[in-house]
């Protein structure tokens, strides 16, 4: 049967609205699961104004049977088998005859007992008893209490809908009592609205301006933009964040096209295109890669027939664009090498020092790189865009518009005469902010927001501070994960370890915990990066820890590693392979450490292993070096008829100590080799869970 919940709240922050929504589908799931409930078709969708769950239940929960136990067997039946006074008093306080009693086998022992049928119940009684829990359960950045109530919610609740089967279910939550009434627009059509059924819930409000569902308010915004812009040939510029906080900022989604003098199109896209954006939630229209004199707005009303959102809006743009030209004009005058000059007087960090401090550490990283890469035909231009890149912080713009740090001076080395090399690393650096973000396009750009990310971490992990649960104020999860994607998609053959290492002894004298502890806590964040990139690119858990395990000190070999393994997983051999390398590894979990002496290798199959060992080890060890962790891991297979061969022929524990050491010496050997490739032990394989 059909189940339809609103909450219905003041105005939510767009991000709240995204993640109660998440949070209730998922709570709710679990909720109705513990409850026996059959739960199909659960959907959470929503507004900024209300938080919505439809999904189709059971009627009830399922009947159960249950074990109802009395006193123990020896206290409830005498020797001759007759029921006690014990059991007689306990079958009186159930309700039952004496005769219903028998002897249940328990966990704690043997007791007299009966079994009954716990009838369920029904669905409407249980989400009376768990809606309020779980309403109350959502978690927000930031929340608020009302009135005398000490219960805190993002935004306060206006009011509850609550049906079940057409049914009102009387939910209960901090004086509000549900029932079948909802509003419509909060300004336009706020009457109030009875509905039976998540249909006439839909209907209603559709028709009284609200799109509850924020699919169909993208297509809108969609279908919006594709009118306006039809005529001109343009498009929208690119800014997803900015659409999906529209998305969930507005019920009644309107889009409007204005204008700017096209005086303002001196100023390049990236500063019309924030100026839009920031101030007033706008869109910047291009055709190409051209700011064209137009803009995009989505405004929450049904209309706009006397043209004052529109004409609000552009005689806003127009103050706001007349503040950008005099920044751009302003900050032109002094050249990015004067501002680079006055960084000292500017705190990145109050133990790390200037941002003078830290472009001369980040000028030390970006040379090391760039050696260690060969490219010293550019590490010119690179040193030149590490001493610049924190210039700008120090410009009208970058104070005025804070995200476009980075681009602007990116942009404003170029006009300056800077060579292309080096405004391009400017314009990048800070590349990637988020998981979304792409890397910076260009090798110089890479480096730089290496170097970078790289100073950040150490600095700030070395100084004491710890990452702890959500609380990330200096961004060093972002931070690492942009070193690892860096690395990776660049395909830079660079060790992790020797790099963090470089940016230690450039921090030493700032630093306030042990170098080997920083080291440590640095990797140990890298490692999670690495594990969460490797994960959403659909590598099993078990591949990952597998892969990982002979360190990540270069990256490239690290993913070399576990493409060779993903590979090979459906090759009929791989499951006896792996079975066969966690024997070994049992073998010697316990055995000492002894030195082979092939000497005293007496039986033809051990002798054979230790000569393909030999072999393969050679072999696949110069591949390792190449980085062929998929031919290395090929020849190693080879391995596996000499590894049987030995098993069932040789005894490995032979009575003799000085022997059998000397075989745990030779599995050991075989283990080491293994070892450089990946713990295969910890590949979960199908024959093991059968």
């Not at 716990?118 to 779980?134: C, D, N």
């Not at 609200?210 to 800014?239: C, H, M, N, T």
């Not at 004298?509 to 990066?529: D, F, I, N, S, Y």
Request: aromatic share 8%.
């Amino acid at each position: 049967m059909e189940f339809l919940l609103e909450i219905m709240t003041e105005e939510l922050p767009s991000s709240h609205v995204k993640s109660a929504l998440a949070q209730l589908e998922e709570k709710f799931s679990e909720e109705m699961r513990n409850s026996g409930l059959e739960t199909s078709e659960l959907r959470a969708i929503g507004t900024c104004r209300r938080l919505v769950l439809v999904a189709d239940l059971g009627e009830r929960q399922p009947d159960q049977e249950e074990i109802v136990t009395g006193p123990p067997r020896t206290a409830g039946l005498a020797p001759d088998g007759s029921f006690t006074q014990a059991a007689l008093g306990f079958a009186r306080s159930q309700g039952i005859s004496v005769d219903n009693l028998q002897v249940l086998t328990t966990a704690r022992g043997e007791y007299l007992g009966f079994k009954r049928l716990k009838k369920g119940k029904s669905t409407p009684e249980i989400l009376e008893e768990k809606l309020p829990a779980l309403i109350a359960a959502l978690s927000f950045p930031k929340t608020m209490r009302w009135s005398d109530k000490s219960f805190r919610f993002s935004r306060p609740i206006k009011g509850l809908l609550c049906l079940f089967g057409g049914q009102i279910v009387r939910v209960s939550l901090e004086g509000l009592v549900a029932s079948s009434q909802t509003y419509g627009h909060f300004i336009h059509r706020p009457q109030e609205l009875s509905v039976h059924s998540y249909q006439e819930y839909y209907q209603a409000l559709k028709d009284n301006l609200v799109l509850v569902d924020p699919a169909e308010r993208k297509e809108k915004i969609l279908d919006g933009f594709q009118k306006k812009l039809s005529s001109l040939k343009a498009q929208v510029y690119p800014d997803d964040r900015l659409l999906e906080r529209l998305l969930w900022n507005i019920e009644c989604p309107l889009v409007i096209m204005g204008s700017f003098p096209e005086s303002y199109l001196s100023l390049p896209l990236e500063v019309l295109s924030t100026a839009m954006r920031e101030g007033q939630q706008l869109f910047s229209v291009v055709r190409g890669k051209k700011q064209l004199p137009y803009f995009l707005g989505i405004a929450d009303a049904p209309a706009d027939p006397k043209g004052y959102i529109l004409a609000g809006n552009e005689r806003v743009l127009k103050a706001r664009l007349e503040d950008a030209r005099f920044f751009w004009e302003n900050d032109l005058k002094v050249s990015l090498a004067e501002r680079a000059d006055q960084l000292s007087a500017v705190i990145f960090q109050e133990k790390l020092g200037s941002y003078a401090d830290k472009v001369a550490r980040v000028e030390e990283l970006v040379s090391y790189i760039a050696d260690r890469l060969n490219l010293r035909n550019i590490k010119k231009d690179l040193l030149e865009a590490a001493r610049l890149s924190k210039a700008d912080l120090l410009t009208e713009m970058v104070r005025e518009f804070p995200e476009l740090q980075g681009k602007i001076g990116g942009i404003y080395a170029q006009r300056q005469g800077w060579s292309e090399t080096a405004s391009r690393a400017i314009y990048e650096h800070y590349l990637p902010v988020s998981w979304e973000d792409p890397i910076p396009d260009s090798t110089g750009g890479a480096i730089l927001s290496l170097a970078d990310k790289l100073d950040t971490i150490v600095g700030i992990i070395g100084t004491g501070y710890a990452i702890s649960g959500s609380s990330d104020p200096y961004g060093l999860r972002r931070n690492a994960l942009g070193v690892v994607r860096i690395i990776l998609d660049k395909k830079f053959h660079l060790s992790l370890y020797r790099l963090v290492d470089k940016s230690i002894s450039l921090l030493q004298k700032k630093l306030t915990l042990p170098a080997e502890q920083v080291k440590t806590a640095c990797l140990e964040l890298m490692a999670g990066r690495v594990r969460f990139i490797f994960e959403k690119r659909g590598y099993g858990y078990d591949l990952i820890t597998a892969a990982l395990a002979p360190g990540l000190d270069y990256l490239d070999f690290t993913e070399a590693r576990i493409k060779a393994l993903n590979s090979l997983k459906s090759s009929k051999n791989f499951e006896q392979f792996i079975l066969m390398v966690k024997r070994v590894k049992n073998i010697l979990k316990e055995a000492p450490k002894s030195r082979l002496d092939p000497a005293r290798l007496s039986e033809k199959e051990e002798k054979e292993l230790y000569s393909a060992l030999n072999i393969i080890k050679k072999n696949a060890e110069e591949m390792m070096v190449r980085g062929d962790f998929a031919g290395a891991q090929k020849i190693i297979f080879r391995l596996q008829a000499p590894l049987n061969n030995f098993f069932d022929r040789v005894l490995v524990m032979a009575e003799d100590k000085k022997i059998r050491n000397n075989r745990l010496a030779l599995l050991s050997q075989v283990q080491s080799l293994i070892d450089q490739l990946a713990d295969y032990s910890q590949i979960v394989v199908t024959s093991e869970n059968s």
